[in-house]
Every structure is written in C-alpha cells, then in structure tokens.
C-alpha cells in the first residue's frame, strides 16, 4: 500500500509520520518539499503530484489553522482548506484511493453544553470554520471513499499549541487569566495519529466503515481547567514555573477580545468511532501527562 502524507510538519503531520509507517510505503511531503509539489495555496501542482505518485491512500494534515489571522486572509484560508481538500478528494476519487481528512470543533456554533456527534448541525461562528467545513462538503462531494476525522484542541510537543503557550506564560508572569467557559477535550496529536492508522488500516480491509467520525481524548474541561492542569502536574515534573498556584484566575471569554469568535462548547462525542473500530479513547490528562515530559524544562 503506498501513502502520501501531506502536511508531514504539522502537529498532526509529524505524528503521523511515525504512526503511518508500518502500515505500508510511506511518502511525506511538506510545504517545503522540493522533490513534488506539496503547496497547498497552489492546487493544480498538488494534483500534479497526486498524479505522479498514484498514492492507494492520502492523508492530509496540512491545514490553514490560524484562527484568527483567517479572518484577515479569508481566500488563502479557503484555499488550503477548502480547494485543496476538495482537488485531493476528485484525485481520490479518479484513483480509487482513500482520502483521509482532519477537521475540526469550529464547524459548529459552540451553542448549549452537550457533546456533539457526527450528525449535529453545523453552524461554524468564524473564517477558520467556514474553510473546513467547505472542505468537508468538497470531500463528500467528490464521491471518493474518505474518513473525516474532527478533532479538538490539539497538543504536542512538536508546534504551537494551547498547552505549550500556558507553560512558557507561567514561566514568565506571576498571575495568569485564563477563560473558564470554553469546554472541550485536550487531545494529543500522538493519540489522534495512533487512531487515524487503526481507523484507516480497518476502512481499507472494510470499505463500508468510512465516512466522519469525531476523535477526541476522553473526558472535557474548560481552558482554565486545562491550564490549571498544566501548571500543576508540570511542576510535579519538575518545570520551574514563576505563576503561583491560586494565582490562574477564570476570566469569561468576553474578557479576551478575539479578531475570531470561538465556540463556548466544543464538546465532541466520539462514540461512534470507539464503538464501530472497538478503540479507547483515553482521558485527556494521560496525553498531557505525557507532553510534560516531552517539552523541554523552562
Ligand atoms: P498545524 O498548524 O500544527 O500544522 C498544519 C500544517 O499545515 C503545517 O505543517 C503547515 O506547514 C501546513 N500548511 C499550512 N499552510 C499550507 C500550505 N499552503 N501548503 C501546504 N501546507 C500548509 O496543525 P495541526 O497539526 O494541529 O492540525 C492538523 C489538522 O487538525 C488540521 O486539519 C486542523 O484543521 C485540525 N484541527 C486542529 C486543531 C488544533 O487545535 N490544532 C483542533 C481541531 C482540528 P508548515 O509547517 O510549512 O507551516
């Protein structure tokens, strides 16, 4: 089975890597590669390069992810997370391979305070949501098999993430407000990288099985809690932080003006998923733990 990756230094990207390696011969590619043409902003040379390679399998983890400077760069962000998407997808489908897609909380409104499954309505609040769920309508369009795979809040090591901004702040300021009414799940890049090979090693030997799924970590928390979390059992590790311990006030997200508005509740319900590929999905304070001890010591 040969897979093209796409997307290869991303938080996700980079996961993916190690966890789509046993699965077949595996060629990453990122915006920096030079042998084939993996820019998303130019769609007709991803094509190109789809072409060359004839993948059995795409996975893309390339992604317009800043949310707020979207908001500002609307059509590079409907470029790289709508068209190309949506030029993967027909070349999928020309191919007969799989396409494998990320996507993401911000496709819905964030209303009321119950998770959410795969056939909620979606209603995304900002330019970032709008792209993806344009990308999600281009890949179902196209009629190729796929697997949708929304996330939430992911972390890593490796990148720019929630977490990792939490740590370097408490590392430098003695008080820290944090907003306490977004809620949803932490989830790894390594668990979601470990999910999305079993889940496509099963679509491949059972077709039927495609389609979205949400995949976060198990459990929820507001952003406060999250952080709170963060600062506690990276102490424990040993991080030297400067922030004191009753020193991380909830603050209301109305207190932290955005150029993007976010959803309140990104709560996602993964059970479709653990119940069709018999996976756990573990609590979001393991993956956590495990980037505690993965980031370099401030
Ligand atoms: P990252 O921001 O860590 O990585 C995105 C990758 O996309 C980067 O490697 C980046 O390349 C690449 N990329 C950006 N623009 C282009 C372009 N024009 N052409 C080619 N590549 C490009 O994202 P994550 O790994 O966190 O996200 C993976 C997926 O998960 C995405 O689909 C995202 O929407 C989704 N998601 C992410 C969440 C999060 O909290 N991060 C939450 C929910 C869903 P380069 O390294 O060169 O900049």
Redesign the pocket.
Known sequence: MKILL?????????ELQRALAPLGELIAL???STTFE?????PDA?TATVRRLRPDVIV???????VDRAESEPA?AH???AI?PGALAHEAAMLDATLV??????VFDGSGSAPRDESALTAPLNV?GVT?LE?EQAIRASGCRHLI????????A?????AKTVLRLAAEREHLEIVDDQIGAP?G?DL?ADVTAHVLRSVRQQPSLAGTYHATAGGETSRHGYACFVIERARAQGHSLKVAADAIRPVPTSAFPTRARRPLNSRLDSGRLQARFGLRLPPWQEGVERLLIEVPRH
Not at 60 to 66: G, K, L, P, V
Not at 149 to 156: D, K, N, P
Request: net charge positive; glycine share 10%; aromatic share 12%.
């Open positions: 796409l997307g290869k230094n991303g938080q996700v990207g980079w990122g915006r920096d993996a820019d998303f902003s130019h991803m893309n983890a390339a992604a317009y992810t800043d590079l470029a790289v997370n190309a897609h990320f996507s993401t909380d911000h970032y993806k990308g795979l929304r996330t939430s809040w992911v972390h890593a490796r990148g720019s993430n929630f989830t890049a979601l």
